[in-house]
T-cell receptor, first 110, second 114 residues
Framework: EDQVTQSPEALRLQEGESSSLNCSYTVSGLRGLFWYRQDPGKGPEFLFTLYSAGEEKEKERLKATLTKKESFLHITAPKPEDSATYLC???????????FGAGTRLAVHP | DSGVTQTPKHLITATGQRVTLRCSPR?????VYWYQQSLDQGLQFLIQYYNGEERAKGNILERFSAQQFPDLHSELNLSSLELGDSALYFCASSVGRDRSYGYTFGSGTRLTVV
């Protein structure tokens, strides 16, 4: 069965303290690994798509990497405005469905 | 504003009732996806429509149904509501048949069944 597991469930960082979020997956035929950011009461906001092992993408303080079994979202020198829930999702089988992990709740304190 | 519009934002209703959630996709997007987000289950895919036709189905209950109209807006109908149906319901849209480039979510409808 296709599955996505994110860790840790919650992460508290001081401003400027870099860290990484993990997304491990088991899927029959990966059709993309997606990262989203979700703020309270809002819909998920698309961040990155990764398709093959070794691929990396960056956006401001965020960098996503992909291996054959997991993806990391590295946050460099985070700021309080980076506080949110970060969701990882995989596309599998057909091109339609995304399977989401439970997310990592990130809190960055000044 | 993501460009995907969902109404209403909040809905409170009693068990056994029926409600309709509405979604207008981003301009130019032909695919609409519905997701349910509850505290214990995370985001769960319900159903996808592409240009008026059903394309994919997830774990959608038989009490739930959806459709996409010629103007591309979509409605999700939830009937015989139970307490466990309380959740956030999100609509997302994408240009093509698939979501290879990630799709855009609306702000959601929070449904509370009492």
């Amino acid at each position: 069965e296709d599955q996505v597991t994110q860790s840790p469930e919650a992460l508290r960082l001081q401003e400027g303290e870099s860290s990484s979020l993990n997304c491990s997956y088991t899927v029959s035929g990966l059709r993309g690994l997606f990262w989203y950011r979700q703020d309270p009461g809002k819909g998920p906001e698309f961040l990155f798509t990764l398709y093959s092992a070794g691929e990396e993408k960056e956006k401001e303080r965020l960098k996503a990497t992909l291996t054959k079994k997991e993806s990391f979202l590295h946050i460099t020198a985070p700021k309080p405005e980076d506080s949110a829930t970060y969701l990882c999702a995989v596309g599998s089988g057909g091109y339609n469905k995304l399977i989401f992990g439970a997310g990592t709740r990130l809190a960055v304190h000044p | 504003d993501s460009g995907v519009t969902q109404t209403p934002k909040h809905l409170i209703t009693a068990t056994g009732q029926r409600v309709t959630l509405r979604c207008s996709p981003r301009s130019g997007d032909l695919s609409v996806y519905w997701y349910q987000q509850s505290l214990d289950q995370g985001l769960q895919f319900l159903i996808q429509y592409y240009n008026g036709e059903e394309r994919a189905k997830g774990n959608i209950l038989e009490r739930f149904s959806a459709q996409q109209f010629p103007d591309l807006h979509s409605e999700l109908n939830l009937s015989s509501l139970e307490l466990g149906d309380s959740a956030l319901y999100f609509c997302a849209s994408s240009v093509g048949r698939d979501r290879s480039y990630g799709y855009t979510f609306g702000s959601g409808t929070r449904l509370t069944v009492v």
